[in-house]
């Protein structure tokens, strides 16, 4: 049986996180959603996306999320998983750039 997955899209420190989680509820804790289970890819070898690497250093070790109910943007139920991101509140930019590539040849 295959899970449901959600897009979760939250303010955190001046940055707008978008993480994919497999459980979402209603915490024990007044006022906050639980996160848990949380998705990221895995690659062997050469980093693709310094943003999901980031953001899997910051949340190895956690196994739920608290947020504060007003700190959530939004809780999307998506068929697959996208692009974990981290943007700048205010000019919707991602904080984390890929790495450079060169030009294409003409």
Not at 11 to 20: A, C, D, P, V
Not at 38 to 44: A, K, P, S
Not at 91 to 102: A, D, L, Q, R
Request: hydrophobic residues 40%; glycine residues 6%.
């Amino acid at each position: 049986m295959l899970k449901i997955l959600y897009k979760v899209i939250f303010f955190n420190s001046g940055k707008i996180y978008e993480l994919y989680a497999r459980q979402v509820s209603t915490s024990n804790l007044w006022g906050f959603v639980e996160v848990g289970e949380l998705e990221f890819d895995v690659h062997d070898g050469v980093v693709v996306d310094p943003t999901e690497e980031r953001l899997r250093d910051e949340f190895c070790m956690t196994r739920t999320l608290h947020l504060p109910i007003q700190s959530i943007v939004r809780i999307e139920e998506v068929e697959k998983k996208g692009q974990s991101v981290i943007r700048d509140a205010a000019t919707g930019e991602k904080v984390i750039t890929p790495f450079p590539m060169p030009p294409r040849p003409r």
